[in-house]
């Protein structure tokens, strides 16, 4: 029987295990039990030897490790008594995100307004979107209640730049001048004003943008009528012909602020959400 250490025996038998028994034959096992059970075993050829080895110095190794003493438990954040988001709801801040980021100002105010309490993943994805834009961000914590403190103590990489409790300053979204003086009017004039600029020809694709930004900035009022104004006109475009869908065709642009104006309606009627 061999006289070296478990460490050492160990180390040789994974290199025993490397090299192959072909190579070099297991080691002898330190007299005592381990040693004991593997000549019990009766394994004749050298692979069987060093598999039973192996087996054996395992199971012993394993005994031996002691459990790490116990952690304290982890302090939950404190209560907050807002009701939780609608699952529907935390679902399109995905989704604006991914595709109508110039609404999230909105969703945020909106479901802040309301009262929601936000979901543990959707507030880690806002405060690690927003870790740059300090008043954005502000508003972020504000949102997430006692759980942001919570989570960027025990997360400090989700921890604003720079942030500054201050209030937030939004961005103003620029629109065509002479659609300015109407989002706040009566519902009619703004769709009017738009689906008859659009079939004029007067709004091309390359207004698309601040014609998106009118959409996202039209009183919530005329978001009905001017969502019927504009499938009616889209309706008209396809009637004559213009079948094209590919980006920069007159049917996509009314397809654009059809999809806009929908998603708009869609998810401030979601945060009004009876709880």
């Given at each position: 029987m ?8 160990w ?11 072909d190579?070099?034959?297991?080691p ?5 039990p381990?040693?004991?059970l593997?000549?019990?075993a ?7 030897r ?13 005994c ?12 939950p ?18 989704s604006?995100v ?6 999230e ?9 309301h ?10 994805d806002m ?9 954005v961000?502000?508003s972020?914590?504000?949102?997430g209640?006692s759980?942001a403190p919570?989570?960027?103590d025990?997360?400090?990489?989700l ?5 500054r409790?201050d209030a937030p ?10 659609l ?7 519902p009619?004039?703004i769709?009017t ?6 079939a ?17 900035r ?13 499938e009616?006109g889209?309706?008209r475009?396809e009637a004559?012909?213009h079948?094209s869908g590919e980006?920069?065709?007159p ?11 929908a998603i ?5 009627d979601?945060l009004?959400?009876?709880?």
């Amino acid at each position: 029987m061999s006289t070296a250490s478990p460490a050492d025996t160990w180390a040789e038998l994974v290199t025993v295990g490397l090299l192959g028994t072909d190579r070099r034959d297991p080691p002898e096992l330190p007299d005592g039990p381990i040693a004991d059970l593997v000549a019990d075993a009766l394994c004749p050829t050298p692979q069987g030897r060093l598999l039973a080895s192996v087996s054996a110095m395992v199971v012993a190794r394993r005994c031996g490790v002691l459990p790490l003493s116990p952690r304290p438990p982890l302090m939950p954040p404190d209560d907050d008594p807002r009701p939780m988001l609608p699952v529907v709801a935390a679902r399109r801040w995905h989704s604006l995100v991914a595709n109508w980021p110039t609404l999230e100002p909105e969703w945020l105010a909106a479901a802040s307004a309301h009262g929601w309490r936000p979901p543990p993943d959707v507030l880690v994805d806002m405060l690690r979107r927003h870790r740059r834009s300090p008043h954005v961000a502000a508003s972020i914590v504000v949102f997430g209640g006692s759980l942001a403190p919570w989570l960027i103590d025990h997360q400090p990489d989700l921890a604003p730049f720079n942030a500054r409790q201050d209030a937030p300053q939004p961005r103003v979204l620029p629109v065509p001048a002479e659609l300015e003086p109407l989002l706040g009017g009566p519902p009619d004039d703004i769709a009017t004003a738009v689906v008859s600029g659009l079939a004029a020809g007067h709004y091309k694709w390359s207004h698309r943008a601040v014609l998106l930004n009118t959409v996202a900035r039209v009183a919530r009022t005329s978001l009905p009528a001017l969502i019927d104004a504009l499938e009616a006109g889209r309706d008209r475009v396809e009637a004559h012909g213009h079948l094209s869908g590919e980006p920069g065709s007159p049917l996509s642009l009314w397809e654009s602020l059809i999809e806009l104006a929908a998603i708009r309606r869609d998810m401030l009627d979601e945060l009004e959400t009876t709880r």
